[in-house]
């Protein structure tokens, strides 16, 4: 069984068993080298002083701890190579700009010698009184003999320079159309002298090849050497072309007082 003194150490302890004689007392002071505060607790009681001798001071402060140097490691990253892709060479233009040179004299000298001729009435071309008899069944036949003549000398000179070329053929389409339609309505023969009527088939060559400038540009010989339409005309060859043969209908219409659409 269990004696008297085991009962009691198997008891709960209570209050009345702890003194107030058993707890440190705390004074706040500072470390010798007063640079951070300190917690010093002695001992109250002769017994506790007797065994510890002095009082402990805490530092309250952590220790400062640097952190330590970061540490690189060098990586080496291989990519792969870069291929280039292989440039193809430019494809140069041949022949064609000396022959659209060629194609610019042969119209333009064409339609500029033809005007002068007309206005110093030199060789057989009549002079102005030939064109004003040709177009005497016309409303406006004498303002189209001073008209026609002018188109040309413009649309020719401005031809061969090969300067703003795409309204220069634009004019020479307008000018030519109407030629066109004078000779095939005063031969009064059908559209079968377009094969068969010398007179009938030059105006109608020179619509076509000044038709076919505004597409084709001046190239690179001409004074439009450095614009898009000398190296690769695209809307304003349509916008040209459309708008001569729009010309030429209203010539005809108002100059004529045909209706090109009869």
Excluded: K
């Excluded at 649309?155 to 634009?170: E, R």
Aim: hydrophobic content about 50%; some cysteine.
């Amino acid at each position: 069984m269990a004696t008297d003194n085991q009962r009691d150490n198997l008891r709960d302890a209570t209050p009345e068993d702890f003194s107030h004689d058993d707890v440190p007392a705390y004074t706040p002071g500072t470390d010798p080298v007063g640079t951070a505060e300190t917690e010093v607790f002695a001992a109250s009681t002769p017994a506790a002083a007797a065994v510890t001798g002095e009082t402990a001071a805490i530092d309250r402060e952590p220790q400062y701890i640097a952190p330590a140097e970061p540490v690189y490691e060098e990586v080496t990253v291989v990519s792969d190579p870069v291929v280039e892709e292989p440039v193809a060479a430019p494809v140069g233009r041949g022949t064609i700009d000396f022959g659209l040179l060629l194609l610019r004299l042969l119209v333009g000298g064409y339609l500029t010698v033809r005007a002068i001729a007309t206005f110093f009435n030199l060789g057989s071309s009549g002079g102005i009184v030939a064109l004003e008899t040709a177009y005497a069944s016309y409303p406006f036949g004498n303002g189209m003999a001073i008209i026609v003549p002018t188109l040309e000398l413009a649309a020719g000179v401005f031809l061969i320079l090969g300067l703003i070329t795409p309204v220069a053929a634009a004019v020479g389409v307008a000018v030519t159309g109407f030629e066109a339609l004078h000779a095939l309505t005063a031969a009064d023969g059908g559209w079968g002298l377009l094969l068969t009527d010398a007179t009938v088939i030059l105006p109608t060559l020179l619509l076509g090849l000044t038709f076919a400038l505004t597409f084709t540009g001046p190239g690179l010989y001409s004074v439009d050497t450095g614009r898009g339409w000398a190296r690769r005309p695209l809307a304003s060859s349509w916008i040209c072309a459309l708008l001569g043969l729009a010309a030429a209908g209203a010539i005809w219409w108002f100059g004529a007082g045909v209706n090109p659409l009869a």
